[in-house]
């Protein structure tokens, strides 16, 4: 039903920027709740940020608080992850994934319906 697509991923120096987008497929992508996760080596996928629907409401990891930005445009059905001063710690596949859920499920893997292939962002020393 929905097709996801990142893309912008690749490798950059410590305290240096990526802007991730993803671009979903159809019809509908306004309705649908987005967030980005992602997934180091060795490591579990975690929660990176989430945004509602309208785009009013957005939600990040506490390691990213400041630094990374999620936005969307409704009218490309694209949504973005800005990430700033990148740390080698921040190194992963990043995924976008769609849900039509919202609030507080939204920081929880298992709500989302849809995911992307992921994007490799590898950040040096």
């Known amino acids: 039903q929905v097709q996801l697509v990142e893309s912008g991923g690749g490798l950059v120096q410590a305290g240096g920027s990526l802007r991730l987008s993803c671009a979903a497929s159809g019809r509908n992508f306004s309705t649908y709740s987005m967030g980005w996760f992602r997934q180091a080596p060795g490591k579990e996928r975690e929660f990176v940020a989430a945004?509602?629907?309208?785009?009013?409401?957005?939600d990040y990891v506490d390691s990213v608080k400041g630094r990374f930005t999620i936005s969307r445009d409704n009218a490309k059905n694209t949504v973005y992850l800005q990430m700033n001063s990148l740390r080698p710690e921040d190194t992963a596949v990043y995924y976008c994934?769609?849900?039509?859920?919202?609030?507080?499920?939204?920081?929880?893997?298992?709500?989302?319906?849809?995911w992307g292939q992921g994007t490799q962002v590898t950040v040096s020393s």
């Open positions: 994934a769609a849900t039509g859920r919202y609030g507080t499920m939204l920081l929880v893997l298992s709500a989302y319906y849809y």
């Open positions: 945004i509602g629907w309208s785009g009013g409401s957005t």
